[in-house]
C-alpha cells in the first residue's frame, strides 16, 4: 500500500523516477509520496469513522512542516511530545485545540507555551506533573484540560523492548490503581480539568489484541470514576498501529477498528487516536549510493552514503528494511520479507552487507541482504524509511542531514534543503561569555 513501484526495472515514486529525484537532490535523499501520505491517513478515517474520531497524527515520527501541512489539510489534529513539536504544529497551522501534548518531562516553558496556545489536552503521565500543570494554568489564570496517562500492564510480545511502553515498569503513565487515587486527589480541580484517560502502549503493535485488553481495562476504570461522579469525556488510544515492513505481518486497519470499535460505540466518549508510524513509514523511502564495495572474510560490504546517522532503526531496534537497487533491469525484486535475509542467493544475487561510513560497527543497514550485484555509484531505496527515519537522524561525525523531497504525481519539490557544512557549525560561530 504505497506509492513507490518498479517500472521497467527502474524505481518510480509516484511518477517520478527515484534516479530523477537523486541526480537532482544527490544522496543521501529522503523520499516522500504524497498520495501515501494521504491515502493512508484516508484509511484510518474510515476505518474509524462510527466512532469520529479525532486523529492526531503523532508528529514524532516524520514532522516536515510541508507534511504537516498535508495532514491539516486533511483534517487532522497533532499529537506533540515538546515544545518543539509545539513550534512545528503552530507553524503548520494546526488548530490548537486539535494538539494532545504527551511526554513525561514538560519544562515549565513548554507547560507555559501549551497553555498560552489553548491546545486541546496535556497527557499527563504523574502527580507532580498534575501539580504543575495545574499550578501554572492558575498563575496564567488560564483552564485547561488533562487526559491521565494510564499504564495497563500490556503489552505486545512482537514489540521491541526498546519500545514497549504498556508494561508496567516504565517510566510512562500511572498503573490502574494508582489512576484511581489520582482522580480521588486531583479530579475536581479546576485549573486543569481532569476529564479524559490516555493509553499508549508500545509501538509497533501488530495485532489489536493488546488495545482490546487495554480498553477493557481502561473501559471499567472510566465506569467506576463515573460512578463516583467524575467526569470523562474521552479516551485517547494512542498510537503504535504497524506498518508494513515485512509482508503480511502488519493487519490493516479494518483489522484494528473491527476489534476497537465495538467497545468504544455508544460510550459517550470522544476517541483520539494517535497514529504515525502507520501513516508516514510506507510513505518514504531513502535513496542512498554505493560508494565501495569490500571483502571482509566471509562477507561483502556495499558501503553507502547514508548509515545509523540518517536511518537509526536497524542500529537501534534491530529493524528490517527492506533494500533494493534504483535500476535492477530483468531483475522481478522479490516480494518484502524478513525471510529473504536467510535466503542462499538466487540467480543473479549476491549476499551484502550494507553499512555506512560511520566509526562503529553498529552501523549496519542490513546484514547477509540478497541483492542484484553491485557497482560503485550504484543507488538503492532502503523502503518504509518514512517514519522515524529523519526525525531520529543526527549529524554524528559531524555529516550533514539528507535533503527531503515530496512527489506528487508527476512533481517534485524539495521541502527541506540538505544541510551544509556551515549549518554544522553555525551555532558555535558566536561563544560569548557566561
Ligand atoms: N502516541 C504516543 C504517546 C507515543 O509515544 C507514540 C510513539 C505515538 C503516539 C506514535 O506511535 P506510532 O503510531 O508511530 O507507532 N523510534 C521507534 C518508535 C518510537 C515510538 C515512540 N512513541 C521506532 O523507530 O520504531
Redesign the pocket.
Known amino acids: 500500500m504505497d506509492a513507490f513501484e518498479y517500472r521497467n526495472g527502474r524505481l518510480y515514486c509516484e511518477d517520478v523516477p527515484a534516479d530523477d529525484l537523486a541526480d537532482r537532490a544527490g544522496t543521501p535523499l529522503y523520499v516522500y509520496s504524497r498520495r501515501t501520505f494521504e491515502l493512508h491517513y484516508d484509511r484510518i478515517a474510515a476505518a474509524f469513522a462510527e466512532l469520529d474520531p479525532l486523529i492526531c497524527y503523532?508528529i514524532?515520527?516524520c514532522a516536515n512542516l510541508h507534511l504537516l501541512k498535508l495532514m491539516v489539510a486533511r483534517g487532522s489534529g497533532m499529537?506533540i511530545?515538546s515544545g518543539g513539536e509545539l513550534h512545528r504544529a503552530m507553524a503548520a497551522g494546526v488548530d490548537p485545540a486539535r494538539i494532545v501534548y504527551?511526554?513525561v518531562g514538560k519544562t515549565d516553558p513548554e507547560i507555559e507555551r501549551g497553555i498560552a496556545a489553548g491546545i486541546g489536552c496535556f497527557?499527563i503521565e504523574s502527580e507532580q506533573e498534575f501539580e504543575n500543570i495545574d499550578a501554572i494554568a492558575a498563575r496564567l489564570g488560564r483552564t485547561t484540560h488533562g487526559a491521565l496517562?494510564v499504564n495497563p500492564d500490556v503489552a505486545d510480545p512482537h514489540t521491541?523492548a526498546?519500545?514497549t511502553?504498556g508494561a508496567k515498569e516504565t517510566k510512562?503513565g500511572v498503573d490502574i490503581e494508582r489512576a484511581r487515587r489520582f482522580f480521588h486527589t486531583y479530579g475536581r480541580n479546576e485549573n486543569c480539568r481532569l476529564d479524559a484517560i490516555?493509553l499508549?502502549i508500545?509501538?509497533?503493535?501488530y495485532s489489536a489484541e493488546p488495545y482490546v485488553r487495554a480498553i477493557n481495562k481502561a473501559m471499567t476504570l472510566i465506569d467506576e470514576l463515573r460512578s463516583e461522579g467524575y467526569t470523562i469525556d474521552a479516551i485517547d488510544l494512542?498510537?503504535?498501529?504497524?506498518?508494513d515492513y515485512e509482508t503480511g505481518r502488519s493487519p490493516a486497519y479494518e483489522a484494528y477498528a473491527a476489534a476497537i470499535v465495538p467497545l468504544l460505540r455508544r460510550r459517550n466518549l470522544r476517541v483520539i487516536l494517535?497514529?504515525?508510524?502507520?501513516?508516514?513509514?510506507n510513505a518514504g523511502i531513502l535513496l542512498t549510493q554505493v560508494q565501495y564495495l569490500k571483502t571482509g572474510g566471509s562477507r561483502t560490504f556495499a558501503i553507502v552514503d547514508t548509515g545509523m546517522h540518517h536511518l537509526?532503526?536497524p542500529a537501534?531496534?534491530d529493524?528490517f528494511h527492506f533494500i533494493w537497487p534504483t535500476r535492477a533491469p530483468g531483475m522481478v525484486p522479490p516480494r518484502r520479507s524478513a525471510q529473504m535475509e536467510l535466503q542462499l542467493p538466487g540467480a543473479g544475487l549476491q549476499t551484502y552487507d550494507v553499512v555506512g561510513p560511520i566509526c562503529e560497527t553498529g552501523d549496519t543497514l542490513a546484514k547477509g541482504r540478497a541483492l542484484p550485484k553491485l557497482s560503485r555509484g550504484d543507488r538503492l531505496a532502503i523502503f518504509t524509511a518514512g517514519?522515524?527515519g529523519m526525525?531520529?537522524a543526527s549529524n554524528y561525525n559531524a555529516f550533514p542531514r539528507p535533503a527531503e523531497v515530496l512527489v506528487d504525481g508527476d512533481r517534485a519539490t524539495l521541502i527541506r534543503r540538505r544541510e551544509t557544512y556551515d549549518d554544522l557549525i553555525g551555532p558555535e560561530m558566536n561563544p560569548s561569555p557566561l
Open positions: 503523532s514524532k515520527c499529537d511530545v504527551a511526554g497527557n496517562r521491541h526498546k519500545t511502553t510512562f490516555h499508549h508500545g509501538s509497533p503493535i494512542g498510537g503504535g498501529y504497524a506498518a494517535e497514529p504515525g508510524r502507520t501513516i508516514a513509514a537509526i532503526r537501534m531496534y529493524a517514519a522515524y526525525a531520529m
